[in-house]
């Protein structure tokens, strides 16, 4: 039970090891891009390819139809990563041995819808994957496998989005084949971490530049970072922190070096990749060939 790209590897690993896949459920297509084309997510793809049958109910919660579905299937076991749905308690009562969650974070800490995201945000040193029994709370169930994995001070949410994804894929290979002992989570050190919005991509700079490039690494691909230039949005796809002084929002340079609120990473940022609207993306230093922001200009 996946849908983003973040599910398909766990469902080929599982493919791969020979287990009995009864079916594979996922969010329905949807409209989706410019042309809003109806798109089928990237687990119905994975799936269809490998030849498994594929449910995309719209809902669970308040479908007794759905629910009774599920239950026909006569399960050993349920895989859930980033399905999107919340599974009501019937069905996480239905396979013989519970519903085993891929979660993106070393839990209790980034419980909720957006943990890579939020420990980037937050300058965690590390994060990882926990393979959780599920129950009814959210993310708190007990954990039967863990693995970490570093910060850097360059890692995006891109970079460990895949790297989590393999992890994730390897450990419920072996949560399956192990059957490890459960261990409940402590409630010291839990963090939610809540859907992200398009708006927690405007950069706010009166904040300081570590913090800021936390923002833009974190929010890369989605939702964004972004800045308003001469009424206009200007995505910050990759920026740097350098020292600089200055009012906040500010061009110092003519190299978008933009002055921050004081902190730890220093007083600017070095907007190093942006994207236009209606442009590609691209370096800084082509972004300025084709449109000059001279020193003194500011964003907001």
């Not at 849908?3 to 409209?31: K, N, T, W």
């Not at 410019?34 to 119905?44: D, I, L, N, T």
Request: glycine content about 10%; charged content about 20%.
């Amino acid at each position: 039970m996946g849908s983003p790209d973040f599910a398909v590897p766990a469902l080929r690993a599982l493919h791969a090891a020979g287990h009995d896949i009864a079916a594979v459920y996922c969010q329905p297509p949807r409209p989706a891009g410019r042309g809003q084309a109806v798109r089928k997510c990237p687990v119905q793809m994975a799936a269809e390819a490998l030849g498994l049958p594929v449910r995309t109910p719209p809902r669970l919660r308040n479908d007794a139809a759905a629910q009774v579905e599920f239950a026909a299937l006569r399960l050993d076991i349920a895989v859930v990563a980033a399905y999107g749905l919340i599974l009501p308690q019937a069905m996480l009562d239905a396979p013989r041995r519970g519903c085993l969650n891929i979660h993106a974070s070393l839990l209790p800490r980034w419980r909720g819808a957006a943990p890579i995201q939020a420990a980037l945000l937050a300058g965690d040193i590390e994060t990882g994957i926990t393979i959780m029994q599920m129950d009814a709370g959210l993310d708190t169930g007990a954990m039967l496998l863990r693995e970490a994995v570093p910060i850097t001070a360059t890692s995006t949410a891109s970079d460990l989005h895949d790297a989590l994804a393999a992890i994730g894929a390897d450990l419920v290979r072996r949560a399956l084949a192990e059957n490890p002992p459960a261990v409940a989570q402590p409630e010291a050190g839990a963090r939610y971490a809540p859907k992200l919005t398009r708006d927690d991509g405007r950069i706010d700079w009166a904040r300081d530049a570590a913090a800021l490039d936390r923002q833009v690494r974190a929010l890369n691909p989605w939702p964004g970072t972004f800045t308003m230039l001469d009424g206009v949005v200007l995505k910050v796809l990759a920026a740097v922190p350098q020292p600089g002084q200055g009012a906040p929002g500010t061009v110092l340079d003519g190299a978008l070096l933009v002055a921050t609120g004081a902190g730890e990473g220093g007083g600017a940022l070095r907007l190093t990749r942006v994207q236009a609207p209606g442009r590609a993306a691209m370096p800084a230093e082509a972004f300025l060939r084709g449109h000059g922001v001279p020193a003194g200009t500011r964003l907001g």
